[in-house]
């Protein structure tokens, strides 16, 4: 079984585009800590272990294959959102 890992600033994106709960939920059904997910969505962890991105990525990606990419909160400037618009 082989899945290709997408960039960080591809995960960041698809991060931002969570809501705190969903985060939450997230954390809770991969087992990677909150405050890792949110510090990756932050931007304060620049290159996340690949074992950690494999923890969460296969949920990620079938929870948010159908969300616009846009920050959740507002809370967090978002590169992703100016990449869509341009």
């Not at 969570?18 to 985060?23: A, F, I, Q, Y």
């Amino acid at each position: 079984m082989s899945t290709t890992l997408p960039s960080v600033q591809d995960i960041r994106c698809r991060l931002e585009s969570l809501t705190r709960t969903k985060l939450q939920a997230l954390s809770e059904a991969s087992g990677v800590p909150f405050t890792t997910l949110w510090k990756i969505r932050a931007g304060e962890t620049k290159n996340p272990g690949i074992e950690t991105v494999r923890m969460f990525f296969r949920l990620l990606e079938e929870r948010t294959d159908a969300v616009p990419v846009q920050p959740a909160d507002g809370d967090i400037k978002s590169e992703c959102a100016e990449a869509a618009h341009a």
